[in-house]
Structure formats: C-alpha cells, structure tokens
C-alpha cells in the first residue's frame, strides 16, 4: 500500500471516492472543491492506493476556530475519511490518519481532531482503536425563519 499526495492528475479518483462517502453531492462541484483544495494552505488530500489503484482518501484541514475538547490552535481536522468496504479493517485508514497527523505536526498542531454521526459506530469504534478519546456529543438543531 502507498500513501500520496492528491493532485491534479488523480482528482478524478479522489472525487469518485469522495461520492462514496457523500453520495449527495454531485459530481462535478466535489471535484471543483476538491481541486481548490488542491491549492489551499491549510487542506492536504492523501489518497491510499493498493497496487496502482485508489482506495481511501483523507482530507484533513488546519482549524483555527474552536475545536469541541482542544487546547490548542490550529487543530488538524479529518474532515473526511474513506476507505473501500473490500480494503478495510487492513490498517489503511490508520495509515491515512498517520500521514494526516505528520502533515498536523509539520505545521505546528499539537491535536488532531474529528467528527461523526451518533449513529456511526463503526466510525466511533475506529476512532477510539487509533486513539482518539471522544471530547463530547451535541445534538444539532436547525430552525428554518421565514
């Protein structure tokens, strides 16, 4: 397995994985966020490939704004993660969250940080095996004002 930077010539890989996790989104604006991503100083994408084809991605973010349990800032943020159902429980997405922790380190994080739905455990459960120690749980809300 080998972890590499995104970039332009694998944008369409790194999108084509990103609508697995968001399938709600479509196509072609997750593929321009993501190529503005590519340019951003504060975004890295790493793409995991097993012989010569993708099969995870992590994008992680600087965060300047609080961070649920931090205490520090910037905070590097797994804005998302994913890895193909065939290719898990293998340790990629451990390793995806190792390079996203080297490149949090390099630019002065002290913390990383992520999120999930309450309902995910599968995510949940990942989390605490690589780590991670859950800061708190919130319920949303959203009123629609007319």
Avoid at 6 to 34: G, H, Y
Avoid at 43 to 69: C, K, N, P, Q, W
Wanted: glycine share 6%; hydrophobic share 40%; aromatic share 10%.
């Amino acid at each position: 397995m080998i972890i590499e930077t995104a970039n332009k010539t694998n944008l369409d890989e790194v999108t084509n994985l990103a609508m697995k996790l968001w399938p709600n989104n479509i196509w072609s604006e997750l593929r321009s966020e993501f190529e503005e991503l590519l340019e951003s100083k504060k975004d890295i994408v790493y793409l995991a490939a097993v012989e010569h084809t993708f099969i995870g991605f992590i994008h992680m973010s600087l965060r300047y704004d609080y961070v649920e349990g931090s205490n520090s800032s910037p905070v590097g943020y797994i804005e998302g993660i994913y890895v193909d159902e065939m290719h898990r429980n293998k340790g990629i997405s451990k390793k995806l969250v190792e390079a996203g922790e080297a490149w949090s380190k390099s630019l002065g994080c002290t913390e990383i940080a992520s999120d999930t739905e309450l309902d995910n455990h599968a995510s949940q459960e990942f989390h605490k095996r690589i780590g991670f120690k859950e800061a708190g749980r919130i319920v949303a809300f959203i009123k629609r004002i007319e």
